[in-house]
């Protein structure tokens, strides 16, 4: 019985200590990073933003805008998620996806510094991404051969929960349609930075100044602190993570591209992300993005993946059902 109370009364003692674990900790990290001139950056932000990562043609090269432009733009944003919502009717109709109730894209363009921007991209100019001559040909051309359902592997990485849509988890870290949150943790060591869509955790080293030879998901970072600036570099991406695809962005990285982020305070709610990415295999100089990482009291819950994906059987189960009908057909049954 006198184990019994003990452990009872540890399991409290325990209980209670987790309870104040989250507050106590993080002004705790706050204080000593303070006190070692180490910026705090921790916390939980949102990227989203309607604003895309190449500039439309419609703004005539201008990088920032006005106030009333930016509010026709956001009612041309609605619009555009209005039509995204599935269109069913008869029973043949594709099943679709899922409407706008579950789509969290950002309401207004992104706001850095006060400037309404209208491209991710600040380098170019233009505001586009400098594709090195001849590039896109080789880029598709190397996917000729594969039909989009042969298998598993040739299927999207977020499809397949390997990696996030896109580049949501980054690097560089770009919105996407939903789930656009993330958590920045600092310790002595390492950067941690956990996206919200497919829960990828990058973790960033900042006692190494040297690559390993791996190619990893996500690429492998190392860091160091200029300042009040969090400095990342990142390269010897898996092969597999080259093609970045999402509705609202597209971009192509080789496995030895490097990609330098930084990240910096601009006040108590806003952090500057500023990445560059250098790809002389795919792009014809190095382009350069900005985003503002904007607080937010929400927290970031679990994206189960794997646990849920029964879309990827279906769809290549429907598709041997496809070639199945065609084959009666060819031999008139």
């Known amino acids: 019985m006198a184990a019994l109370r003990l452990l009872k009364t540890l399991s409290l003692c325990l209980l209670g200590s987790l309870s ?21 950056l921790q916390g939980v932000f949102s990227i989203a933003t309607v604003t895309m990562l190449e500039r439309g043609e419609q703004f005539g090269g201008e990088l920032v ?14 619009s555009y998620l209005d039509n995204l919502v599935s269109n069913v009717s008869g029973a043949e109709a594709q099943v679709g996806g899922y409407n706008t109730f579950w789509m969290d894209p950002g309401e207004s363009m992104a706001v ?43 299927r999207p990485m977020g499809e397949r929960c ?66 009040d600036t969090l400095v990342v570099e990142t390269t010897n991406f898996h092969v597999q993570e080259s093609f970045r695809g999402a509705l609202r ?33 795919v792009y014809s100089r190095p382009w350069t993005g900005e985003l503002p990482m904007n607080a937010v009291e929400d927290r970031i819950y679990e994206y189960a993946c794997h646990e849920g994906n029964y879309a990827l059987p279906g769809i290549l189960a429907g598709a041997r059902r496809q070639e199945l009908e065609a084959e009666f057909e060819l031999a008139g049954q």
Do not use: C
């Open 20 to 40: 104040l674990v989250p507050g106590g900790l993080h002004s705790q990290q706050t204080a000593n990073f303070s006190q070692n001139g180490i910026p705090d």
């Open 65 to 78: 805008i006005s106030t009333e432009q930016a509010a026709v733009i956001g009612e041309t944003g609605a």
């Open 249 to 281: 962005h597209f971009l192509y990285l080789s496995a030895d591209a490097t990609i330098t982020e930084e990240f910096s305070r601009l006040d108590k709610n806003t952090l500057l992300y500023r990445f560059t990415v250098d790809d002389p295999a």
């Open 162 to 227: 390997l990696v996030g849509f896109g580049s949501s988890g980054g690097p560089p870290m770009l919105p996407v349609l939903y789930n656009n949150h993330s958590r920045i943790v600092q310790t002595d060591d390492y950067v941690m930075i956990l996206a919200e869509m497919n829960h990828d955790a990058r973790i960033i080293r900042l006692k190494d100044s040297q690559h390993g030879k791996m190619h990893k998901w996500l690429g492998d970072s190392i860091g160091y602190y200029n300042g």
């Open 112 to 154: 850095i510094e006060g400037e309404i921007r209208t491209s991710i991209i600040v380098e170019p100019e233009d505001g586009r991404l400098p594709w090195a001559e001849g590039a896109l040909q080789r880029i598709f051309g190397s996917m000729r051969g594969q039909g989009p359902l042969d298998g598993p592997e040739v």
